[in-house]
Nanobody, 124 residues
């Protein structure tokens, strides 16, 4: 099991940027895909971005493609989500997740461990 702790959320104006970080503990981190999901009130948890175990393959949700960038540092057991050109519709709780395998997944069921979430609020 991988333990995950997110940080970096906050309040930002539309058009601004935020960088989320996720610190992982557990010896299997470097062999697992990592992902970011988000959930707004009344909505289902939505896929945002994912990165393969070696960082060479990434995947993004359609709504964030071209604005968000996922990265990882296996030496530091961290994964980050750089969010640019933020919009009010990006407002949600953002969750870091560790995959069940090394390949990139886009669905909740493909992730075994979850952080507690960090709130991102974008004002118009």
């Amino acid at each position: 099991q991988v333990q995950l702790v997110e940080s970096g959320g906050g309040l930002v104006q539309a058009g601004g940027s935020l960088r989320l970080s996720c610190a992982a503990s557990g010896r299997t981190f470097s062999s697992l895909a990592m992902g970011w999901f988000r959930q707004a009130p009344g909505n289902e948890r939505e896929f945002v971005a994912a990165i393969a175990w070696n960082g060479r393959i990434t995947s993004y949700g359609d709504s964030v493609k071209g604005r968000f960038t996922i990265s990882r540092d296996n030496a530091k057991n961290t994964v980050a989500l750089q969010m640019n050109s933020l919009k009010p519709e990006d407002t949600a709780v953002y969750y870091c997740a560790a995959g069940r395998a090394s390949y990139v997944g886009r669905t909740v069921s493909e992730y075994a461990s979850w952080g507690q979430g960090t709130q991102v609020t974008v004002s118009s």
